[in-house]
């Protein structure tokens, strides 16, 4: 398995989890959040298997805090998160970047351009403005775990984080990549106690920090220039040269298969600090020069304030001047298109006909929304809040419900059309203080799940008791980290390994926080949550409801799922008032009656207590 | 060597889409043949549309076909061969799966359903050459109701003049196969074969395209 030089298809998260490996890494932690999750997920399989310790930890910040006490204990340690993570982590981040880390520390974070995952586009690259902090952008599985091993190994040479960015398209997409040497573990000598390296505590340490911290990213400066990371093709005589970085490198690659062109091209692999003299190279040998980058036009700012100070009249293409945009992913035909205007000629001829036929078949495939698995708890949680809601006589937008990261956040979906707003991870409970606050008469309810519960909402808990502020706290607890596909959290009982783990309670939290009207229902029982939400909604201050039971994929994994439900053909009016009010996948319409698809069917039971005629039951047909 | 060859996998999110990619990766890489595989993960258990790209050859860089150039289109849902039409052309092979999978709107009436006819009709006006199969009827008959994707993975095998051979599809789906389900899946898959195998028109040695 280990063998150098073997080649394995495998994606870009697994890549990292690769060189980490490589790098021997004995500890990885981090936060599931896409498309970064596949990095820690497939280490913690090879976990016991190689002696390390992988976990996931509450939330980033709590994360890289931990991987930097590995750290100064000597040890080296990958933390990873997506993009928005590195958002919550930043604060550490920032302070680590003073001072020294002692084992290596390498941050592994995945941007989204595109959106795929539903949040926001930000581009990481300029956390290195902010932090100072080295960064290696890959631009495949190859380079992702290229990039990892080399991070290790600056990291401790130069006793600073460094950070290895990727995006979707590389950390989800699968590439041969070939394996190399596995290192021995190494540990460092831990630290030692020195307060002017290892705190911020007085303004001349910190401003003796802050110039090592710029020594030492000049410093890097020289290993970004040799790094078998960035790739410059200067083709002798050409006068057009292209700069890549991440995936467009590929995107690049695929044209230059298509069409024969006299271009120069550069892979910049080095984002911070830049290749400066691998960059003035090529802009030497051109007088135009396409830049390639997904998002903010990072690279294309430094490109042209480099070009003045080369002395050099380029033009540049990019951003700027509207060709490429910043908004969503590029692709081949985008790229494609910006080539044409460096060359100065299209590369292809647009088939209209074609194209007319394809716009008339795009508008075939219908529209699906998403929504919950069947059998998924929160199904009863947004049916039994719909209808708490209609039996206190509250119109349809008279309740206000503040949405959250996760699962949970699809009951912004018909049939239940709940969930108002979604902003970060545990900010659903500000923001119903604040709704609140600035006078919003009806009940106001925050939905958010267990393990964003944990991440960041527990503060605002505190917050909603402190103040007693009459918000509804609504925790759908289905004890797993759902949405990036399973990891533990500390609702769920046991760990990575499947080893036990002590389970801790959002009611006791929230009790301990001084939250005095706390009901724990199960969200299968569709009366008594929704007796659960009347009670909430009409408490004049705080008040928590939690409905608990598990994930019904996690369920059905383990063989924990009760038996399916069956329609009676008989009793069927075909009324359809189970699949309008469920929305269930696992319901479908036969001949103007239902039909429960028994290997989909989770054995939950709601249509049961929803169909007015009692034709559904369980086992039943 | 091959140059450049792509298949276009489109699915609803459950229907394997994403284990069918994985399939004809691993057949593309133990040929010996450069492989890249993009997807979009994340949404593929909550009903949403999926699709995998698989590319193969020398000259393949990048995870995503170039629009108009995919080789052979494996559609897993009727609609779903027509959510990213850009992909296909005049020489892109489809085959597609008949049975649809309706959105809810479509079940509770709101919304009306396009007919098999009118769908598989947009897309011979763009890629001729079609094959249909009733891949979930087929895959239940076997008693492995969630193995239609081994049904299309089936027919694939027998469409003839593709650069992966039956041996390394098959040796691939056993790899890929939990032991519990290879007996169904071999069986989902030989349905499938066969049933392409009795078109007239495909497993001659016509040039693709």
Known sequence: MDEVGSLHLIMGNEAVARGTIESGVQFAIGYPGTPSTEALETLSKLAEERGMRVEWAVNEKVAFDIATGISYGGDRCLVTMKSAGLNVALDSLASVAYGDVVGGLVVYVADDPGAHAGMEETDSRLYTQVTMLPMIDVSDPQTSKDAVVAAFDLSEKYKIPILVRSTTRVAHGRAPVRYGKVKAPEKKTPLTRDVSRFTRASAAWVKQQHRVLNERVKAIESEAETSQLNILNLRPGAKLGVIASGISWSYLQDILETHSLEISTFLIGFTNPLPLNLIQRLIESVDKVLVLEELEPFLEHRVRALTHDFGRSVAIIGKMDGTLPRVGEYNYQLVENAVSRLIGRPLSQPDHELEARQNEARKLAPTRSLSFCAGCPHRGTYTALTQAAKELGYGKSDIIVTGDIGCTILGMYPPWSSCWTEVSMGASIGNAIGLKYSGVKTPVVAAIGDSTFFHAGIPPSINVAWRGTPVVIAVLDNGITAMTGHQPSPSTGYAETGKEAKKIKAEDILAAAGISRVHVVDPYDLQASKEAFKEALETEGPSAVILRRDCSLVARRRGALGAPYGVDREGCTGCLLCLRTLSCPAMSVEDEKMEIDEAACAGCGLCAQVCPTDAITQGGK | ?209
Not at chain 2, 142 to 159: D, H, T
């Open chain 2, 1 to 209: 060597m091959v140059d450049e060859y792509n298949i276009l996998i489109a699915s609803v999110g459950g229907q394997g889409g994403v284990t069918l990619a994985r399939i004809l990766s691993q057949a593309a890489l133990a040929q010996g043949f450069n492989v890249r595989v993009g997807e979009t993960l994340g949404m593929a258990q909550r009903g949403g549309a999926v699709q995998s790209h698989v590319r193969i050859g020398e000259a393949v860089h990048g995870p995503i076909i170039p629009n108009g150039r995919t080789s052979v289109l494996l559609s897993l849902e009727p609609s779903e061969s027509l959510r990213t039409p850009e992909y296909l052309s005049q020489g892109t092979r489809a085959i597609v799966n008949t049975a649809f999978v309706h959105p809810i709107p479509v079940m509770l009436g709101d919304e009306k359903p396009h007919d098999l006819d009118t769908v598989i009709s947009a897309l011979r006006r763009i890629s001729p050459e079609v094959y249909t199969l009733d891949a979930k009827r087929i895959a239940e008959s076997v008693g492995a109701s969630g193995s239609l994707n081994i049904v299309v993975l089936g027919a694939y095998a027998a469409l003839g003049d593709t650069i992966l051979s039956e041996a390394s599809i098959k040796s691939a789906l056993a790899e890929s196969t939990p032991k519990r389900f290879l007996e169904q899946n071999t069986r989902a898959y030989e349905d499938g074969f066969r049933e392409m195998r009795a078109r007239p028109s495909s497993g001659s040695n016509r040039t693709a395209g």
